[in-house]
T-cell receptor
């Protein structure tokens, strides 16, 4: 099956700093990747759709300037949490769909962000 | 816009008993439907999906789901629960091949010995 690698799996940062999370499709190309946020014991909330070579599409209520998304290649999308605050602490998960094929999305293992 | 409703945030069944997790969806076009499983502090694993064709879909680990258009449902079942099935289960819907996937709130399945 297709593999999506997310890095880092855990990160602790100080309030006010920025953190970058990488999402890579290891054995397939993904024109579109998705970034989700999951609060404890809750569902996945779609934050944005990342499109290779163009601007990301953000869901309503998600701050574009705080959650910077870059999809520079067909196998890599990054999410940068800028000027992080404790309320940004959460579990972030990316997913990717094969370009032009299949309908399922493959998920990364998630990143646990803790802002202290 | 599409949406998903999962009835029951927690479901408990005895080991060996039938598992039934309910999912209803809303979509303006024929939907693609998914069930994912999540273990603690991990990503999501696809159990099964419905796109077109046969409405009864079989997935991994003995799970299956039936797409019922008239009921806008996609309930997940397994004939005999195993302790290893204890996890969080998410039903999801998409309106197209490249469309975003929207998740339900999830159902935590507990298996009683």
């Amino acid at each position: 099956g297709a593999v999506v690698s997310q890095h880092p799996s855990r990160v602790i940062c100080k309030s006010g700093t920025s953190v970058k999370i990488e999402c890579r499709s290891l054995d397939f190309q993904a024109t579109t990747m998705f970034w989700y946020r999951q609060f404890p014991k809750q569902s996945l909330m779609l934050m944005a759709t990342s499109n290779e070579g163009s601007k990301a599409t953000y869901e309503q209520g998600v701050e574009k300037d705080k959650f910077l998304i870059n999809h520079a290649s067909l196998t890599l999308s990054t999410l940068t949490v800028t000027s992080a605050h404790p309320e940004d602490s959460s579990f972030y998960i990316c997913s990717a769909r094969r370009t032009g094929m299949n309908t399922e999305a493959f998920f990364g293992q998630g990143t646990r962000l803790t802002v202290v | 816009a599409q949406s998903v409703t999962q009835l029951g945030s927690h479901v408990s069944v005895s080991e060996g008993a039938l598992v039934l997790l309910r999912c209803n969806y809303s979509s303006s076009v024929p939907p693609y439907l998914f069930w994912y499983v999540q273990y603690p502090n991990q990503g999501l694993q696809l159990l099964l999906k419905y796109t077109t064709g046969a409405t009864l879909v079989k997935g991994i680990n003995g799970f299956e789901a039936e797409f019922k258009k008239s009921e806008t449902s996609f309930h997940l079942t397994k004939p005999s629960a195993h302790m290893s099935d204890a996890a969080e289960y998410f039903c999801a819907v998409s309106e197209g091949r490249d469309d975003k996937i929207i998740f339900g709130k999830g159902t935590r399945l507990h298996i009683l010995p």
